[in-house]
DNA sequence: GCCAACGTTGGC
DNA sequence: GCCAACGTTGGC
């Protein structure tokens, strides 16, 4: 099984509406690279949900995947924010994932705590500068910080 | 609101 | 294919 990260300004779509719809479709990823983790994610693999441009921003919540590689539609959607007209049904070029609600941590395990914690060698996301949405994290890291949000509780 | 970091675009 | 200009992200 795998591990990964994937931010959201809580603004836009926080874990409060994830816990509400129970599931959403993890859409609008416009980066190459973040686009080749979506690619990747397999159904049954465990997504932590940063909130990104927050006070304070950090992982606020675990999340599963129900589908894999799904065709972004809002690609094609002329009215969407995330249309692109160089992309083609025949060649989609983005791809989204539907992720389902497993729980909101009783507190945020902040920036600065994962900062305390790892390294960013360890965990690409408190990485100074890094851009990535979508990123993996490893086994080893993700039991850590699921342990961290507990000892929180 | 600022601004550093970084990805993308487009002229050449 | 280079690289300057530009847009976006996201911490602070």
């Known amino acids: 099984m ?3 990260l994937m931010k959201s300004e809580p603004s836009v779509y ?40 927050a006070t304070p921003p950090g992982i606020v919540g675990l999340m599963s995947v129900v589908s894999s590689a799904v065709v972004d539609p809002t690609q094609f959607d002329a009215k969407s924010k995330y249309y ?7 060649s989609p070029r983005w791809y989204a994932v539907e992720v389902e609600f497993i729980q909101a941590f009783p507190q945020i395990v902040s920036l600065e705590t ?3 914690e790892f390294s960013d060698s360890e965990l690409l996301v408190i990485k100074p500068g ?10 080893i890291v993700a039991k850590r910080i699921i342990a961290i949000a507990n000892s929180l509780s």
């Open 130 to 139: 890094n851009r990535l949405s979508v990123m993996p994290v490893a086994e």
């Open 14 to 53: 926080s874990i409060v509406d994830l816990e509400r719809q129970r599931q959403t479709l993890w859409d609008g990823v416009r980066n190459y690279q973040a686009r080749n983790f979506i690619k990747e994610m397999q159904s049954g693999d465990l997504v932590f949900f940063y909130h990104s441009n």
């Open 2 to 4: 795998g591990y990964w």
């Open 114 to 116: 994962l900062k305390q």
């Open 84 to 90: 692109d007209p160089k992309s083609s049904p025949d």
